[in-house]
């Protein structure tokens, strides 16, 4: 069956989303992207809480050693009419499938799906998105590659303290610190650039049930790293849908409390600012975009200028919260996939304050916002409810505490040691 003729299937556009990690994001967009009017097959972990979803179309579990290959054979086998990347990882494994695969059907359905492979370096680099977006007139910070320590020491030498080293392929704030004394630079390059931990690995498949890391390990992965100027300010972003380099439907956010100091948010707030969306528009047409992406901001305390930060190439957990006309992200998706106008559905919320489920009241059941926000929990799927307000694996068994907190004062002996 070809991309086309799995289209006709009903009229619904069939809509593949795949990942290799266990955001509760991954099944609220499949959630809306359902209600819009699509099939929705999902290729993820087997413990992935999404598969509690019962309107999918096929499953398939992610394999962990070849995650390329399972990718693959699942374009093949279903032949959906678009993919959507929902991690890092799984991003650049599907550039990945486009570079090495042998069927023509498959390169052309990702690059709908993602955009020209001519874009796809630029897509996954810190550096060369910045790079572009300065070309474009977008306001960004300072920044530079760092290919060495060379590079780093070169940087310092100007003086422009607090910097942000970051390391490419990471995400939710994960591979990103905060440099505020020049003199610890360096050792932090060289723990942000070693090579992917056995140690880890093996801890997150023993404690989190996470397998992903083997492939990392295995390979002795190492990071591309950059360094960017610190904006003194707060973190906001932009969601988007966008197909064929035309941006459809935005929404904006500025993050009211994170997970950590550059963690991803747990409450944001809605808000307008056409900077932003000037920004996405800008880019999304440069590169030729296609799907539900972010871009990351810094709103610059003094000015409330906004300065681009980086590129997240997949679905944010605001793509899947739909709030009315130009700001519904799924909808205006599954429109243009369709060729149908878009349908007005009814926002989620009229309240600016949006409490992401299950993370805030993980974190903390007693924060005031849970009250007087719209707390987005997805009753109308009570298992997926019931699973995603489960405690991580590592909480669930005794023996699984006892080695978390022989893990943790491990790690506690190692940064003292250091």
């Known amino acids: 069956m070809t991309i086309a003729q799995s289209s006709i299937r ?10 290799t990690s266990r955001l509760a994001s991954t099944a609220r967009v499949a959630m809306e992207l359902h209600d819009a009017g699509a099939t929705v097959s999902l290729i993820a972990p087997n413990n992935h809480a999404a598969t509690a979803l019962d ?3 096929h499953t398939t579990n992610h394999s962990a050693l070849s995650p390329r290959a399972t990718l693959e054979a699942t374009l093949l086998r279903l032949t959906p009419d678009a993919v959507i990347a929902c991690d890092e990882h799984t991003v650049r494994d599907v550039h990945a499938v486009y570079r090495h695969t042998r069927h023509d059907h498959i390169r052309t359905l990702i690059e709908r799906s993602a955009g020209p492979p001519s874009s796809y370096p630029t ?70 650039t070693r090579p992917a931990s ?35 300010g707060w973190p906001a972003n932009v969601g988007v849908a966008c197909w064929g380099g035309e941006l459809l439907a935005a929404t904006c956010v500025e ?5 950590s100091a550059t963690g991803p948010s747990t409450v944001a707030r809605i808000i307008h600012n056409p900077e932003m969306v000037d920004t996405a528009r800008r880019l999304v047409h440069a590169l030729g975009l296609s799907g539900l992406i972010g871009f990351d ?21 605001i793509c899947a919260l739909r709030l009315g006309p130009g700001r519904d992200l799924t909808e205006a998706l599954v429109a243009r996939l369709a060729k149908r106008p878009m349908h007005q559905r009814q926002a989620r919320t009229d309240r600016d304050i949006i409490v992401f489920f299950p993370d805030s009241w ?13 707390h987005d929990v997805p009753w109308e799927q009570p298992e997926l409810v019931r699973r995603l307000i489960k405690p991580e694996l590592r909480d669930r068994y005794w023996i699984l505490r ?17």
């Open 10 to 19: 009903g009229g619904a556009p069939h809509i593949l989303l795949a990942t």
């Open 55 to 57: 309107f999918l179309h």
């Open 123 to 192: 897509i996954v680099s810190r550096p060369r998105l910045l790079t572009l977006a300065a070309r474009l007139g977008v306001r960004v910070p300072a920044s530079m590659p760092l290919p060495d320590v060379a590079a780093l020491e070169e940087w310092i030498s100007r003086g422009d303290v607090p910097f942000v080293l970051k390391a490419d392929g990471s995400w939710a704030g994960f591979g990103v610190r905060i440099i505020s004394d020049s003199r610890s630079a360096k050792a932090v390059f060289h723990q942000m």
């Open 198 to 232: 056995g140690y880890l690995a093996l801890r997150e498949m023993l404690l989190e049930g996470k397998c992903f890391g083997l492939r990392p390990w295995l390979r002795r992965e190492r990071p591309a790293m950059s360094v960017q100027g610190y904006i003194d």
């Open 255 to 259: 993050s009211v409390a994170t997970h």
């Open 297 to 317: 901001f810094m709103i610059e305390a003094a000015t409330g200028a906004a300065y681009l930060i980086e590129m997240n190439p997949r679905n944010t957990p």
């Open 362 to 374: 993980h974190l903390d059941p007693s924060n005031k916002f849970l009250q007087s926000g719209y």
């Open 402 to 418: 006892a080695l978390s907190r022989r893990w943790r004062s491990f790690r506690n002996k190692k940064r003292l040691l250091s």
